[in-house]
C-alpha cells in the first residue's frame, strides 16, 4: 500500500449539484481496487490560470487515499477517459507527521512575516514613519489588515 | 549621485548582496506541496518563469523541488505558463 493524493479539475460546464456524483464516481473507483481515501477536500469554483479546453473556470477537487501501486494505472486510465475531468495529478505522497505540519506552518508566518519587513524597509518607509510620528503606536488589529492590504496587492501585481 | 538611504552602502553592479543560504533547508522544510501557490509565486520573476538558483538562493536539492513543484502546479492550472498578456 502506498499513499496518493489526487487533485483534479472538474469544467464548469456541470452544474455544481452534480459535482458531487463525480466525486462519489472516482470515490468509488479508488475503493472498488482495494484503496482506502483518508481525506477528500473541494476547492470550489476557481479562476484557472490560463483557459483549459476554452474554460476559465474550474472545480477542483482533491483526494488522498492508500492504495496498492499495481491499481494506479488503471485509475489513472479512468481518469484520463473521463470527459468532465479536464486534467488530473496524481502524486505519491509521504503522510506528514504533526511536528513536520508544526514546521511548515511556522515556517509560512515567518515567510510572510519577511516579506512585511521587506515592505516596510522598500519604498514606503518614509511614508510610515511620517504616519506613525502623527497618529503614535497603531493598534495591533489596524496593522494587521493593513498587512493583509499589502500582501493582497501583492498578490495581484 | 542620488542620495541612497544612510545605512547602506553604495553597491555597484558587481558587488551584489550575497545570498547566505537555501531558505527551506533552514526551515527543515522536505517536500515542497505544489499546492502551495503563494508560496512558489515567490521563485518565479514576472515573466512567470523559474528563478535561476544564483537569484533564489536555493540550494540544488530543494531547486529540483521546487521546479518539480512549480511544473505540476502549471500543468494543473494554478499557476500560469506565461504571464497574461
Redesign the interface.
Known amino acids: 500500500m502506498k499513499h496518493y493524493e489526487l487533485?483534479y479539475?472538474v469544467t464548469t460546464q456541470v452544474p455544481e449539484t452534480q459535482l458531487e456524483a463525480i466525486q462519489r464516481e472516482i470515490s468509488d473507483w479508488i475503493e472498488k481496487q482495494g484503496g482506502k481515501i483518508t481525506r477528500h477536500e473541494a476547492w470550489g469554483r476557481k479562476k484557472?490560470?490560463?483557459p483549459?479546453a476554452k474554460e476559465k473556470f474550474?472545480y477542483?477537487l482533491?483526494v488522498e487515499f492508500d492504495a496498492e501501486p499495481s491499481t494506479i494505472l488503471q485509475l489513472e486510465g479512468q481518469l484520463r477517459l473521463h470527459k468532465q475531468v479536464l486534467?488530473h495529478?496524481l502524486?505519491n505522497?509521504?503522510p506528514?507527521s504533526a511536528k513536520?505540519l508544526l514546521?511548515?506552518e511556522?515556517?509560512?508566518q515567518?515567510?510572510q512575516r519577511r516579506q512585511v519587513e521587506a515592505l516596510q524597509r522598500g519604498a514606503g518607509?518614509d511614508e510610515k514613519k511620517a504616519l506613525e510620528k502623527k497618529e503614535g503606536k497603531i493598534s495591533l488589529e489596524e496593522l494587521d489588515k493593513k498587512i493583509d492590504e499589502l500582501l493582497d496587492s501583492d498578490?495581484i501585481? | 549621485m542620488a542620495q541612497r538611504s544612510s545605512s547602506h552602502r553604495p553597491q555597484t553592479q558587481r558587488n551584489k548582496p550575497r545570498i547566505k543560504s537555501c531558505d527551506f533547508c533552514a526551515n527543515g522544510v522536505k517536500a515542497i506541496d505544489y499546492k502551495n501557490v503563494q508560496a512558489l509565486t515567490r521563485y518565479t520573476s514576472s515573466y512567470s518563469k523559474i528563478l535561476p538558483r544564483r537569484k533564489s538562493g536555493v540550494c540544488s536539492k530543494h531547486q529540483r523541488k521546487l521546479a518539480m513543484a512549480i511544473k505540476r502546479a502549471r500543468f494543473m492550472a494554478l499557476m500560469p505558463y506565461t504571464p497574461r498578456a
Open positions: 487533485l479539475l484557472l490560470a490560463y483549459v474550474g477542483y482533491l486534467r495529478m502524486v505522497k509521504k506528514i513536520e514546521q511548515q511556522l515556517y509560512m515567518r515567510h518607509a498578490m501585481k
